[in-house]
Every structure is written in C-alpha cells, then in structure tokens.
C-alpha cells in the first residue's frame, strides 16, 4: 500500500493491497503497472514477497513433516 499506493489501484486501499497480495501467490496480477511505478522497486518488493511467502510455505510443511515422523517414532518405540 505504501509503496504502490498512489500509482497503482490494486494497491490503493489496505484492502485492496491484501487482496492483490494474495493474488499474486497465484501469478494472476498486472506487473507491467508496477513496473512504470519504478522497476527497481517493483521488482525488489515482487522477489522479497514471493521468496519470504515461500519460506513461510517451507516452513509449514517441514512442520507437518516433523510433527508426522515424531508421531510414528513414537508408535514405533511402543511396538
């Protein structure tokens, strides 16, 4: 919202900027308006939201992967 805010309406209420975000984990957004707000910017925000969404992502699967092995050791040990 802060960034894009004021030149692209996607990002012009808080709103709307959430929505937008969660568009965009599923590639269905304009670029090309964020682009003529500043490349640099768009660009760095664009690669810096998507790679912490992943992080975020590989985070909770590592955690469902953990919490499944801890589960079966511990069935197993009983056996």
């Known amino acids: 919202h ?3 805010g004021r ?3 996607e990002f012009a209420t808080i ?3 959430l929505q937008t975000c ?8 304009e670029f ?3 682009l003529q707000t500043g490349r640099m ?4 925000w664009l690669a810096t939201y998507l790679g ?7 985070n909770m699967l590592l955690a469902i992967i953990m919490d499944t092995y801890t589960t079966v050791k ?3 040990a009983d056996t």
């Open 41 to 44: 910017y768009a660009c760095l």
């Open 32 to 34: 090309d308006a964020m």
């Open 7 to 9: 030149a692209v309406p």
């Open 2 to 4: 802060a960034l894009f």
């Open 52 to 58: 912490l969404v992943l992080l975020i992502i590989l």
């Open 22 to 29: 969660f568009v965009i984990l599923f590639g269905d957004f």
């Open 74 to 76: 511990g069935q197993v």
């Open 15 to 17: 709103a709307r900027a």
